[in-house]
């Protein structure tokens, strides 16, 4: 079974490699759609996702992974998004009828966090956050830790959540973007 990470809306998003040095879009990550709407800084470290009327963007990592920590510095946009969810998560992408997904979504921005968890393509474990402080007006770390015993959600060191059980099993994963 195989997980990515996915990010989107505007962005400026980057999950970091072990090497610093290495961290290059180009060398880990792909667009996924919307390539005319994603745009990367000269030192490849850096990536804005945009969206309009017309469109919005999204990049995969080019990667698998069987676990880890994952995590990502980004800044949710001050525009009005209601409707719009701008999100970060990892997600089954082999398994259509038993996907598995670990989610960061912001919903609109009035400073609410969800996160939530599907295993064997079952969710119901979301968890929301009236947030204390402003995910528009400064880049904070989200970072998921996940393994065959539990996800831990972070922020910027700060434990947001922790979901333990032996519901899934080492999976192969990679990072995505919509």
């Given at each position: 079974?195989a997980?990515?990470?996915?990010?989107?809306l505007?962005?400026?998003?980057?999950?970091?490699?072990?090497?610093v040095?290495?961290?290059?879009f180009?060398?880990y990550y792909?667009?996924q759609?919307?390539?005319?709407h994603?745009?990367?800084?000269?030192?490849?470290t850096?990536?804005?996702?945009?969206?309009?009327?017309?469109?919005?963007?999204?990049?995969?990592?080019?990667?698998?992974?069987?676990?880890?920590?994952?995590h990502?510095?980004?800044k949710?946009?001050?525009?009005?998004?209601?409707?719009?969810?701008t999100?970060?998560?990892?997600?089954?992408i082999?398994t259509?009828?038993n996907?598995?997904?670990?989610?960061?979504?912001?919903?609109g921005?009035?400073?609410?966090?969800?996160?939530?968890?599907?295993?064997?393509?079952?969710?119901?474990?979301?968890q929301?956050?009236?947030?204390?402080?402003?995910?528009?007006?400064?880049?904070?770390?989200?970072?998921i830790l996940?393994?065959?015993?539990?996800?831990?959600?972070?922020?910027?060191t700060?434990?947001l959540?922790?979901?333990?059980?032996p519901?899934?099993?080492?999976?192969i994963?990679?990072?995505?973007?919509?």
């Open positions: 079974m997980f990515c990470t996915i990010f989107i505007f962005l400026c998003a980057f999950a970091v490699q072990e090497n040095a290495d961290n290059n180009n060398a792909s667009p759609w919307g390539r005319d994603l745009s990367i800084d000269a030192q490849g850096q990536v804005q996702l945009k969206m309009d009327r017309s469109s919005g963007a999204g990049f995969r990592s080019k990667l698998d992974y069987g676990a880890g920590l994952f990502i510095r980004m949710i946009p001050d525009r009005k998004t209601e409707g719009i969810v999100a970060f998560y990892l997600i089954s082999n259509p009828q996907h598995y997904e670990v989610d960061y979504e912001f919903l921005t009035n400073g609410t966090l969800q996160t939530n968890v599907f295993a064997n393509d079952t969710g119901n474990r979301e929301k956050f009236k947030l204390w402080f402003d995910p528009t007006k400064d880049f904070h770390t989200y970072e996940w393994n065959s015993r539990q996800i831990v959600f972070v922020r910027n700060q434990h959540g922790i979901i333990k059980g519901d899934r099993q080492s999976d994963i990679q990072i995505r973007s919509p």
